[in-house]
């Protein structure tokens, strides 16, 4: 069982939003604000789509925000596009480990 | 363009031993700390070890503390992971990443990963 809780799988519609929660505890997104959410499509090479809660990498799409609350962080997609159909992560710095924590990972569907 | 490409995975018994290997480009290796990560089917990711930018430092899961052993060569560019004494719990994708600070005992981000090598461990 992963330290971070996700929902296992959101879905929505080309153009709509969805937000992707991810909770833990105060040891790790509740403490800190070094929260990250990754994308990976299969076979593909995990990809970082925001960092330190809310920033986003330079060459991601501003569709992608970050945002906190107590112990939860939360993605948000808007506009969604059939590209962005993959697997999303979410990790943590945590004071229990220099490794850090990772949710188990939420599956968005486009339908 | 920042390039991790891990490679030497495969197929091995349990008990037996591998070495992954991870070739870094695009930026300056020996600036950076090193994570590998590996995710089992089904499951979400799990970072095992950490090292530190100049190999002074280096970090462990419990699930694989005085089995695996990281370390890097900065003359190669290469990120390297020993495992040993393998089990069926080890089989996953095994993934290098870059950390974004020289160091592991600070907070930071794992900014760019590889694709990732395949482990299977079974007889």
């Known amino acids: 069982q992963s330290a971070l809780t996700q929902p296992a799988s959101v879905s929505g519609s080309p153009g709509q939003s969805i937000t992707i929660s991810c909770t833990g505890t105060?040891?790790?997104?509740?403490?800190?604000?070094?929260v990250s959410w990754y994308q990976r499509h299969p076979g593909k090479a995990p990809k970082l789509l925001i960092y330190?809660?809310?920033n986003r990498p330079s060459g991601v799409s501003n569709r992608f925000s970050g945002s906190k609350s107590g112990n939860t962080a939360s993605l948000t997609i808007s506009g969604l596009q059939a590209e962005d159909e993959a697997d999303y992560y979410c990790?943590?710095?945590?004071?229990?480990?220099?490794?850090?924590?990772f949710g188990g990972g939420t599956k968005l569907t486009v339908l | 363009e920042v390039q991790l490409v891990e490679s030497g995975g495969g197929l091995v018994q349990p008990g037996g031993s591998l070495r992954l290997s991870c070739a870094a480009s695009?930026?300056?290796?020996?600036?950076?700390?090193m994570h590998w990560v590996r995710q089992a089917p089904g499951k979400g990711p799990e970072s095992l070890s950490a090292?530190?930018?100049?190999?002074?430092?280096?970090f462990y899961a419990n699930s694989v503390k005085g089995r695996f052993t990281v370390s890097r060569d900065d003359s190669k560019n290469t990120l390297y992971l020993q495992m040993g004494s393998l089990r069926a719990d080890d089989m996953a994708v095994y993934y290098c990443?870059?950390?974004?600070?020289?160091?592991?005992?600070?907070?930071?981000?794992?900014?760019?990963w590889g694709q990732g090598t395949l482990v299977t461990v079974s007889s």
């Open positions: 695009g930026f300056t290796f020996s600036n950076y700390a």
């Open positions: 330190e809660v809310s």
């Open positions: 990443a870059r950390f974004s600070t020289p160091y592991i005992a600070t907070a930071g981000t794992l900014d760019y």
């Open positions: 105060s040891s790790d997104v509740g403490g800190y604000n070094y």
């Open positions: 990790s943590s710095y945590t004071s229990s480990s220099l490794l850090g924590v």
């Open positions: 090292i530190s930018s100049d190999g002074g430092s280096t």
